[in-house]
């Protein structure tokens, strides 16, 4: 399971990867099969009938926006997922859904599945049309997964709102695969405030900071870096965040002081959480503890937390990153999800959107992989084709209420309805694809209660619409942002 789904994003070994264990690990003691068609089924078909709320095209218009937002209500953080990162479908009814929150002024803030310095790309072009766009999206900070055209539409749309709006939205970036270069602005903010202690502070990261100046990527570093290095890089990160802390009152009203010190933090987050990975490119994560395995999803959390504290916002992530409600097995194993730890902290003022599909394709990238060192070097991405009606998918059962499009609310589901726990492929893809490893294992199944709070569905989906890469001597160029 860890090697067929837990490489959801283009530079992350670990994409709700909690998840993917605990469904893998905390479902081990229930049935592992089911019969060709459940009883249940005409009552599953029956209430979602319904429950749907039909809808024209993935470009909502407005009635059908009004609706949506009815049910969404009032909530601190809209989680908006993706069954799969490289389909158009769900990118473009997000991006839609999006433009509606911040027209109806319930979000004042973009909180995007991504590193500190792409999103900063984002805001400064989105507030002031500061930086080529195309650039920012390009830049290796940004996950491959979202260049593409849906993406693109939304910052550029963004951009206009912002011109004109009373109210103007941020873009912020909760992820931390950056470390190389989220320290490095760290360091620069306290080179000018104390020239001696940034030299001391900056003999131990000496590696990591070379890294930053050659253009490589922080997980290739990480696991070409011997575990005794990896460590003094940690504490040396460790040291400059005290530091920035030490000093807060002596510094943090100074421009780039709060900058500085969510770089400290995001860098630290980024080491912690390969820890293992340091210089060992094969190593199994199967076994790790559920803590280890969390810890992505942890700070990001609490990253989008600490972020929304008097603002409101809406998450671009993956379906499995968003879901707010496990399964009552998975959770005594001690996993989470992002959306699992929003709605720790924020009970209903998180709310989360999850997408479902039947047939069609997706872009991925076409991958046999066993180990997670071979995401230092992937092929680029490519339409995929996979089932999705098959006996145990939710998509045979969806395809059965009748609209093509439709959403519902899973929260007005009664509680007395069986059907809605039982376990079903949810046709999730992240940044790779095996296809003889798709939808395989019996226990990489979840039920829809409770996992998110609306569910979006599409018969057929079809690729984003994926920009072409770049050549590799083009994608090797230093970082387009400057900090």
């Not at 949506?68 to 990162?85: F, K, M, N, S, W």
């Not at 941020?170 to 760290?186: E, F, L, P, S, T």
């Amino acid at each position: 399971m860890i090697t067929r789904l837990a490489y959801c994003c283009a530079a992350s070994t670990r994409c709700a990867l909690a998840l993917l264990l605990a469904i893998g690990l905390g479902s081990r003691g229930a049935a592992q099969t089911a019969p060709a068609v459940e009883p249940d089924d005409a009552a599953a078909i029956a209430w979602l009938r319904t429950a749907a709320h039909p809808f024209i095209d993935s470009t909502l218009d407005r009635d059908a926006a009004d609706a949506l937002l009815q049910a969404l209500g009032d909530a601190r953080v809209y989680g908006i997922g993706e069954a799969t990162h490289g389909d158009h479908q769900d990118q473009s009814f997000k991006v839609s859904a999006i433009k509606a929150l911040v027209m109806a002024g319930r979000i004042d803030t973009l909180a995007l599945e991504c590193n500190r310095l792409a999103a900063s790309g984002f805001d400064a072009y989105a507030q002031g049309g500061t930086g080529d766009l195309v650039a920012l999206i390009r830049d290796r900070s940004f996950f491959r997964t979202w260049q593409n055209d849906e993406f693109a539409g939304l910052i550029l749309w963004l951009r206009a709102w912002n011109a004109t709006a009373a109210h103007r939205v941020r873009v912020i970036g909760v992820d931390n695969q950056d470390a190389n270069r989220d320290i490095r602005v760290a360091l620069d903010f306290i080179r000018a405030r104390d020239p001696g202690l940034y030299a001391t502070l900056s003999v131990p990261l000496k590696p990591m900071l070379t890294t930053q100046a050659q253009g490589m990527k922080f997980y290739k570093w990480v696991v070409a870096t011997p575990k005794p290095a990896y460590d003094a890089a940690t504490r040396g990160v460790l040291a400059v965040g005290a530091v920035l802390e030490t000093q807060r009152r002596a510094w943090s009203r100074l421009p780039g002081y709060d900058d500085a010190a969510y770089s400290a933090r995001v860098a630290y987050q980024g080491l912690h959480q390969f820890d293992l990975e340091a210089g060992n490119p094969d190593v199994d994560l199967s076994g790790q503890s559920a803590e280890y395995n969390n810890r992505r999803d942890v700070a990001m959390a609490a990253n989008l937390v600490a972020f929304t504290e008097g603002h409101r916002a809406a998450l671009w992530a993956h379906d499995m990153h968003v879901l707010g409600g496990l399964d009552p097995g998975i959770v005594a194993q001690g996993y989470v999800t992002m959306g699992s730890e929003l709605r720790r902290s924020l009970g209903t003022a998180y709310v989360s959107v999850g997408f479902a599909w039947s047939e069609g394709s997706f872009n991925a990238v076409t991958t046999a992989m066993a180990t997670s060192g071979a995401l230092t070097s992937l092929p680029d991405w490519v339409p995929q084709t996979a089932p999705n009606q098959r006996a145990d998918d939710l998509g045979r059962v969806l395809a059965e209420v009748g609209p093509p499009r439709f959403w519902v609310d899973l929260r007005r589901v009664p509680p007395d309805q069986a059907w809605s726990t039982r376990p079903m492929y949810r046709g999730w893809s992240g940044a790779t694809f095996n296809a003889k490893q798709w939808q395989a294992d019996p226990s990489d199944r979840i039920g829809l209660v409770p996992s998110h709070d609306v569910l979006v569905y599409f018969h057929t989906i079809t690729p984003s619409g994926m920009w072409p890469r770049l050549p590799a001597a083009a994608d090797a160029r230093p970082p387009s942002v400057a900090h």
